[in-house]
């Protein structure tokens, strides 16, 4: 075993190791006390070892790896499908893996002073903490193992631990009534797509014979069944990667703790479904069906991303619809052929994304509260917060020279390619991108500036309480964060980047070895201005609002469209009246046939086998005469029956 | 021919190491007289035996005592694998034997002779090729075992237990016996080979009732070793009045012994044409009537006991597919065989944990107690409890338990491609049937609500307290059986924690039976691999 496939093995691994341990720690004690405390160190112990352990593995694969490599043993022969247990490594997977792994020790190392009683509470709460970090750690190892996966069938074991895992952690916080129904919402809703992408691998493997990914696409599929492999997938990438209509499960999650809403919302699970269609993107490279849909749902998920954020009062909502925007912009780099840019605009997007949750964390620990309409002046108290957050957002909106910038010019100049020169999918696809992604730009310009002034800026609408910079256990993560949320994108000019981030560079090797060194990800040309231009529209008109009334929303200016914004199009409600209560009606239904029809039969014959069970042990009471009896007559009878029978059988 | 044979000893290395094992247990006890040492040189030779076998197994198939080209001794890669069963088995009712033995009402010499002597037997089991060296090595292994039933001193259930075990065992062998002499008088041979050479020579020989019957007889008997209905009966009295450990060798190492016993004369000696009918009529029987009834038990081993017989419908089914024609081609053959044996390895191994978990379970030296003194045991030890409930999981064939899910997969999947879809119906329902008892106790086991009151009508075998148990044990040990001597159902489960057993070889045989259920579990391709051979 070579050691980058080591390395990559026990990448998944080892924070699920930690996290099954972690599992076996008292989950939650009566008293406070000595027991519940040295719990609670031992999980943090374990959940920043598994983190900062799969971190460096993470960055050691990077390393050392050199070429694609590829490990593979026969889990289970089932006559005819293989299951295969096995890594693919590329240096696509050790980037992302990277930024994985390094997200998700912030969270672990800012859970700490997060889920901690702050002397602000007035009961005594237990936080719960060992399954906590133990379900982060799982959370961590399922999606790694997303990363780092060979087969299909293990792919999907990782994409469904993390279903699991999301449900368990937004519930976490027992207190909010809304997180049961949240969780509910977000299993339920994923699952939708997931029923799409079970078939769509089965379809895969079945065509081609083999789980294996590197089977899978060199197989040489029919093109109706790729075709539709490839939508049936993109209904599960739609529903982990929350796009319309699946995107509605996103915002609610929100009801998870801060720490939470970071890992989900930045590298793990919305990157699940982006990552997935990146990795195989040589098949979806051939069905420009499933790419025109992927870009149609890009368009539509960016515009009502983006518009839904102007108008929220919750910080939290806010960073959540935004999301669920540069979701948009991920899947609209893949439907237009440029998953390079779309892995770019992830890692950028993780760093800045887990950059602006731990903040706005930062700012509800000190304020106790995530309404921006009972905030304001928080940059005079809270002025570490406030430049890790104007980063955050500077990067969110494309401000240069911070990486947001950068990644999201790669993807509109992606789109602004195909637009005019055509490429995978349609020329109609590409003009939907670009021009989505340009009025994005706009809108993520002045939802961003909103935040910022709503928040930090104007008279302080709270002032019962003194809000100040959080403990330095919750500072280091944002701090750090800063670091790659600023200058990652600088990444972009070099073509060695690019190159790691062109998936399966062994697949078009020949393609990539001429082309790619000189074409870096970034594109400084006359097209930049127009962002540029937008962005600073955007921004000016949020600004001009604010300064106008300091102490009003700049989301008036939407006019009557503003409840629009807040509701999100009331689509919620539209799910709610088209699938939820039809469904529901027709499971009271379901139901009563099941109690009726189908219990009666189980309860029938289970009293019939229990009765039957009654007789039979009161045979065996009086043991010794009627077990030799029972021998000597079933020789007996057994003995006469194959005389009299024979072997005529 | 030459009346001097040369014998291969290497061949019989493990049996010689099996064999050297008791004497050395016996001398052991004889001149140093001290418990640790006994049990220790017992320990010592069970893992010399495994390790033997392992390193003759490995070197291809060897054969002794043979007559022209028939062989009363045949070690290969099927007799490695039981010998190395056998010995491992022992070795963890060994570990599982401390606490019983402390209590103080078994003799701790002759208790760890007979085990050895009982595992001499299974060694030579799998290695014998004739019929009458299958039946002496049978006895071997069952003889001891009438003794162990019955070694607890004053304990009626013990006596009665040995008693019924006895009795049914020795009709069981006459009729073994009678079917091979008649089998002899029929064709003139012993050798299993040359009796499946001579059936599929000369199938005119069937015509004759008698061949008939003797095949009929030889199957029979056996099957009572291994507690198939109608020959169960025996099972589920000896197993509640056997001390713990006991119990655990009978529905392991024993049945294990049955088992091979069957395989050998089905593929090797007798016709597939009469055996298949015979073993599909009693898969079916055994696997219902067991289920069936350990709904009802409320004492943990006699439903152990009943779930026990019911497996071993499960491990007859494969063979039963031989019943039709579509069942009898090489490869479904070949399948049905290997399906039997895998099942076998996962069920060993599953019933070593849950006897392992319930030894650990209960006060040092009681008896299975009910299933009421279970509720909520999961409080008081969480780890013997996870593996009870893994185990018994891992028997109905659930998930967590991949172990005996993929046990039921492949018997199910032999038994369709042996085109006896029925059977496989009929070993689906069963299956189901199982889960009911079995989810019962785990269940039970995390019960947070009072136990009812004392069960209103206590089963014979209840009855018979261990009298001698409470006189002698703490006099005889000291503090290491004080508080538990006091056994039966007059135990409440909410005695304290700290009277419960503490014994580490216990806790050591639960999770290495535990971790290496998993590890099949996990890749049951080595257990098809090993059976396959």
């Not at chain 2, 006459?174 to 008088?185: K, P």
Request: glycine letters at 10%; charged letters at 10%.
């Amino acid at each position: 075993m070579s050691t980058p496939v080591l390395l990559g093995t026990l990448l998944p691994a080892v924070p699920l190791v930690t996290g099954l341990i972690g599992l076996l720690l008292p989950p939650a004690s009566p008293e406070a006390g000595a027991a519940r405390r040295r719990a609670r160190r031992a999980a943090i112990t374990l959940g920043t070892t598994g983190a900062a352990l799969s971190l460096l593995l993470a960055v050691a694969l990077l390393a050392t790896l050199d070429a694609p490599a590829e490990a593979t043993r026969t889990w289970i022969d089932f006559g005819g499908l293989t299951v295969t247990l096995g890594v693919r490594l590329d240096s696509t997977v050790a980037l992302v893996a990277v930024a994985v792994a390094a997200v998700a020790l912030a969270v672990q190392v800012y859970s700490i002073g997060y889920l901690r009683n702050g002397p602000h509470d007035e009961v005594d709460v237990d936080h719960r903490y060992p399954p906590y970090a133990a379900q982060i750690s799982l959370f961590t190892a399922a999606m790694l193992l997303v990363v780092v996966a060979g087969d299909l069938i293990l792919l999907l074991v990782g994409w469904e631990v993390m279903g699991l895992c999301s449900y368990l952690l937004i519930a976490h916080e027992r207190r909010l009534p809304a997180a049961p129904g949240a969780a509910m919402k977000a299993f339920l809703v994923t699952r939708v797509g997931d029923v799409g992408f079970l078939l769509g691998i089965a379809l895969l493997g079945v065509s081609a014979g083999s789980f294996r990914i590197a089977d899978v696409l060199a197989h040489d599929h029919a093109t109706g069944l790729l075709t539709a492999a490839c939508l049936l997938l993109l209904a599960g990438v739609a529903g982990k990667s929350a796009q319309f209509p699946l995107h509605t499960w996103l915002p609610d999650a929100m009801a998870g703790p801060t720490p939470i809403s970071a890992l989900i919302h930045a590298a793990t699970m919305v990157a699940a479904g982006v990552y997935v269609v990146a990795r195989l993107f040589p098949l979806f490279g051939q069905v420009p069906v499933a790419l025109a849909v992927l870009g149609v749902l890009a368009s539509i998920t960016l515009l009502l991303g983006a518009f839904a954020a102007l108008a929220q009062d919750d910080l939290k909502r806010v960073l959540a619809w935004s999301t669920v925007s540069q979701l948009g912009y991920l899947t609209g780099a893949l439907a237009v052929g440029a998953p390079a840019a779309a892995l770019f605009h992830l890692l950028t997007h993780a760093a800045f994304k887990a950059l602006l949750f731990l903040a706005a964390g930062a700012v509800i620990h000190a304020a106790g509260t995530a309404l921006m309409s009972q905030l304001g002046g928080l940059h005079r108290t809270m002025p570490v917060t406030f430049w890790s957050m104007l980063i955050g957002l500077g990067a969110l909106a494309g401000l240069p020279p911070l990486s947001g910038f950068f990644s999201k010019d790669s993807v509109l100049y992606a789109a602004e390619e195909a637009a005019r020169h055509g490429g995978p999918a349609p020329a109609w696809v590409g003009w939907a991108v670009w021009l989505a992604g340009l009025v994005g730009v706009a809108l993520t310009a002045g939802y961003a500036t909103r935040l910022l002034l709503r928040t930090f800026f104007g008279a302080p609408r709270s002032p019962l309480r003194q809000p100040h910079d959080p403990p330095a256990v919750l500072r280091w993560p944002v701090l750090l964060l800063t670091a790659p949320a600023a200058l990652l994108g600088l990444a972009g000019f070099s073509g060695t980047f690019a190159r790691w981030l062109e998936p399966y560079g062994s697949a078009t090797r020949e393609r990539s070895a001429e082309l790619l060194p000189a074409d870096p990800l970034v594109h400084v040309g006359p097209t930049v201005l127009l962002p540029l231009v937008l962005l600073a529209l955007g921004a000016g008109l949020a600004w001009a609002r604010w300064r106008r009334d300091p102490g009003g929303d700049p989301a008036v200016l939407l006019g009557p469209l503003r409840p629009l914004s807040a509701r999100a199009f009331w689509l919620d409600d539209l799910q709610h009246t088209l699938v939820v209560r039809p469904i529901g009606r027709l499971a009271a239904g379901a139901r009563t046939a099941d109690e009726v029809v189908v219990d009666g039969a189980v309860t029938g014959s289970g009293r019939v086998a229990w009765w039957l069970g009654g007789g039979l042990a009161a045979w065996h009471r009086d043991t010794l005469p009627r077990a030799a009896a029972g021998v000597l007559a079933g020789a007996l009878l057994i003995g006469l029956a194959a005389m009299l029978i024979g072997g005529d059988a | 021919m030459s009346m001097v044979q040369t014998v291969d000893n290497v061949a019989l290395l493990p049996a010689y190491l099996a064999a050297g094992t008791a004497v050395l247990v016996l001398l052991a006890d004889l001149l140093v007289a001290r418990a640790r040492v006994t049990v220790s040189a017992a320990a010592l030779g069970a893992l010399a035996t495994a390790a033997g076998a392992i390193l003759v197994g490995g070197g291809g198939e060897r054969r002794t005592f043979c007559v022209g080209a028939d062989c009363s001794y045949v070690f290969g890669g099927r007799a490695a694998l039981v010998a190395v069963l056998v010995a491992l088995l022992t070795l963890g009712v060994l570990g599982l034997s401390g606490p019983l033995l402390r209590a103080g009402a078994t003799p701790v010499g002759e208790y760890c002779f007979l085990l050895a002597a009982s595992m001499t037997g299974g060694v030579t089991l799998g290695a014998a090729g004739d019929l009458i060296s299958l039946i002496v090595a049978l006895e071997t292994l069952t003889l001891p075992l009438y003794v162990l039933v019955g070694l607890r001193r004053g304990s009626l259930a013990s006596i009665e237990a040995a008693m019924t075990f006895f009795v049914v065992s020795v009709v069981a062998t006459t009729l073994t016996l009678l079917g091979a002499a008649l089998l002899y008088a029929s064709t003139g041979a012993l050798h299993l080979g040359r009796l499946g050479v001579l059936f599929a020579e000369q199938p005119e020989l069937l015509d004759v009732p008698l061949t008939t019957v003797a095949v009929a007889l030889v199957v029979v008997g056996l099957t009572v070793k291994v507690a198939a209905v109608p020959f169960h009966a025996w099972a589920p009295t000896t197993y509640d009045g056997a001390p713990l450990p006991v119990a655990a060798y009978l529905s392991t190492v024993s049945k294990l012994g049955g088992v091979v016993a069957l395989l050998a004369v089905v593929q090797h000696a007798l016709p597939a044409r009469t055996t298949g009918p015979v073993l599909a009529l009693l898969a079916v029987l055994t696997m219902t009537v067991g289920n069936l009834v350990a709904l009802r038990q409320r004492r943990t081993v006699r439903l152990l006991a009943w779930s026990s017989v019911a497996q071993a419908g499960y491990i007859l089914a494969p063979l039963g597919a031989l019943a039709l024609a579509a069942g009898r081609t090489g490869d479904a053959r070949a399948a049905a065989y290997a399906a039997a044996v895998a099942y076998t390895v996962f069920f060993v191994v599953l019933e070593l944990a849950a006897f392992a978990a319930v030894v650990a379970l209960r006060p040092a030296g009681a008896d299975g107690g009910t299933l009421e003194e279970l509720r909520g045991a999961a409080r008081r030890r969480p780890w013997a409890a996870v593996g009870l409930a893994l185990a018994l999981v891992g028997l109905a064939g659930l998930p967590p338990g991949l172990a005996g899910l993929f046990a039921k997969v492949t018997v199910v999947r032999s038994l369709l491609d042996g085109g006896a879809g029925w059977l496989a119906l009929v070993v689906a329902v069963n299956a189901v049937l199982g889960l009911a008892y079995y989810l019962r106790v785990v269940a039970a086991l995390w019960s947070t609500g009072q136990p009812a009151a004392v069960p209103t009508d206590p089963t014979p075998a209840v009855a018979p307290t261990d009298p001698a148990a409470v006189a002698t044990g703490p006099v005889a040990t000291g503090p290491a059986a004080t508080g538990p001597a006091a056994t039966g159902p007059a135990v409440t489960p909410t005695e304290p924690a700290a009277v419960l057993v503490r014994a580490k070889p216990v806790a050591a045989v639960l999770a290495a039976a535990t971790v290496v259920a998993l590890v099949v579990g996990f890749a049951p391709q080595l257990v098809l691999d090993l059976a396959a051979r």
